[in-house]
């Protein structure tokens, strides 16, 4: 019997309900298994029961902001190797070097179609972690 390969999962971490709805539903039907948060505080509870293959996250949360977040998560030998990408509506170059500062590997701007984010999110996981 052939053994089933481990789907991987996706966290979402994003406070706008359509953009994660969006985010989720295009990666669910690309084969992956998404989990969301509309904040650090939700994502620290996925995070303590599971470890996902990529995080997507939004710059902008509500409380601790995405770049302080990826910073915590960068900071923790648990969550440090996990790829981070910075799914954001904030299109400028100082918004995308904030991200790489913070840790994030890339950053993806919002509104993204369904084909670019089915793309970023293959070759992200293609890379590995780092």
Known sequence: MMKKKKTPLILIVEDDPASLLLASTVLEAAGYEVA???SAEDARETLAK???ALILMDIGLPGMDG???TRELRSKSRTAGIPIVALTGLNMPLYERSAKA???QGFIVKPVSPAVLTTEVRNFL????G
Request: with cysteine.
């Open 36 to 38: 969301g948060s509309a």
């Open 50 to 52: 599971r470890k996902p």
């Open 67 to 69: 770049l302080d977040f």
């Open 102 to 104: 913070a840790g994030c």
């Open 126 to 129: 293609s890379r590995g972690p």
